[in-house]
């Protein structure tokens, strides 16, 4: 008989309650999910993947709104380093987004309208402590491995930090153990740019989203995932061609002249379809707060004491959202902690983006690392 906690398209409301860090408390706790391979009956073979700020569970299915492919089926998929014939996958929609996980544009029970702003801030912990109820749903008491690049990498490091009995490896990509005061800046402008949108009307827009305003707040977040290099590559000062057939030709006039405010402007556009902007502020929001010293008497290294799982760090030489000494950072810390940890600094020309495009050799460093902890 099929177990239906398992398979894609997967959601159920667990009774909580979740305790969060600001103080407030979650229950029940919804959580969308999908699942891809047979758990082992040992428990053993399983893999939780965790998702970037506008991800979603579908990690290696079609989208169910864009019809594109799961977001890293690059990397999850038959032969693939992280494959469902050997692996069982778990990824879940991050608490507070909107692929249907429990956040602002939930139902709340008591008024029967979306929960808007009344929402709990929420943080990375938090986010990590739902996964937890999800992974005892599941049947899982220990983690093979959580793997996560950009904001997926923060709770890649929280889980060993949070649960450092229920994780053997964590494989932490592209991202940081805290967010700078940079990343602070941007995040705050996007969030501003919601907020400044007449219909965002206090996060109570129903039907009629801001979507001017998140649409700006993407644009500006778009152009952090992006190397200079790789944008001058694509795009250089290219005019756009014109409708009436003549190419290369400035409007003088505030028209998308250039072909890179072409190409942001369509980013900007394309997401306000499948994203919620009370989503974006609580996300970001959450990136902000982490800091994963802070949660530790303000020492990174303590953080991994109390876990005996093995860490593999992988960071790219033109990402300026996380450089690489922000992986360093945290293997010092791991270092210092007395953690096995493994670290490399690969080439790409496309940024902090990297880890979600062609990349042979990510592919190639978390196949030889996920072998060597099996």
Known sequence: MMDERFGLSRRVSLPGPLRLDGGGMLSPVEIAYETYGTLAPDGGNAILICHALTGDQHVASPHPRTGKPGWWSRLVGEGKPIDPARDFVICSNVLGSCMGSLGPSTIDPVTGRPWGMAFPVITIRDMVRAQALLLD????????????????GMQALSWPATFPDRVRAAVVIASTARHTAQNIAFHEVGRQAVMADPKWRGGDYADDPPAAGLSVARMAAHITYLSEAGLTEKFGRKLQARANGIEGAKSF????????????????????DRFDANSYLYITRAMDYFDLAEEHG????????????????????????????????????????????????????????AFLLDAPEMNEVVDGFLKAVA
């Open 253 to 272: 006039g505030f028209d998308a002249d250039f072909q890179v405010e072409s190409y942001l402007r369509h980013q900007g556009l394309s997401f306000v």
């Open 298 to 353: 303000g020492l990174l290294a303590n953080a991994f004491r109390a876990t005996a799982a093995r860490f593999c760090l992988v960071s790219f030489d033109t990402d300026w959202l996380y450089p690489t000494i922000e992986s360093r950072h945290v293997v010092h810390a791991l270092n210092a902690a007395g953690r096995a940890v493994s670290f490399v600094e690969l080439h790409s020309p496309y940024g902090h983006d």
């Open 137 to 152: 749903h599941l049947g899982v008491a220990v983690l093979r491995a959580v793997v996560g690049g950009s904001m997926g």
